[in-house]
């Protein structure tokens, strides 16, 4: 099998200051302690139709509520290919959890872009049942 893309982390100074600006209740440690526990995006299973990205930390969304999860994580690509990113088919059926624009286009060349290709997720709760959504490491 080819493999069109490998996943990285951004680097620590990468991702503690795009994380600050967003949760900025944080301390360096919380920080520091975020990135070293990163996950890699992995298959589920051998027949998964994608890779599951993972939260870097613990974060409820409520009805209504929205926000952005610094992954972490890079993607670099071969030319010519695209990273689309969707939320997982459970969160979307049973909470209505959604991607702000839609679905994330990750062009192959942001890998080399100002920001290291850090990938960031904005997800909103539009739970007509007023659920809470739940993400963990």
């Known amino acids: ?15 503690c200051s795009s ?8 301390s360096e440690f919380h920080l520091n302690s975020m ?8 298959r589920a299973t051998i027949g ?15 009805p209504g509520g929205s926000i952005i999860i610094p992954t972490g994580i890079r993607c670099k690509m071969n ?6 990113i969707y939320p997982r088919s459970g969160l979307g059926f049973k909470y209505k959890l959604q991607l702000m624009n ?11 872009s100002d920001n290291e290709g850090h990938i960031m997720i904005k997800v909103y709760n539009d ?7 739940q993400l963990e490491e």
């Not at 080819?2 to 990285?8: D, M, P, R, S, T």
């Not at 998964?48 to 409520?62: K, R």
Request: proline share 6%; aromatic share 16%; charged share 25%.
């Open 79 to 84: 030319p010519g290919w695209v990273l689309k």
């Open 19 to 26: 994380s600050q600006s967003i949760i900025d209740s944080l």
């Open 48 to 62: 998964s139709a994608g890779y599951d990205f993972f939260s870097p930390f613990n974060v409820t969304i409520y």
């Open 102 to 112: 839609t679905v994330g286009i990750i062009d192959q060349d942001y890998y080399n």
């Open 1 to 15: 099998m080819n493999i069109a893309g490998k996943f990285e982390k951004v680097s620590k100074e990468q991702f």
């Open 127 to 133: 739970s007509p049942d007023d659920k809470d959504v």
């Open 35 to 42: 990135y070293d526990n990163i996950k890699l995006p992995k």
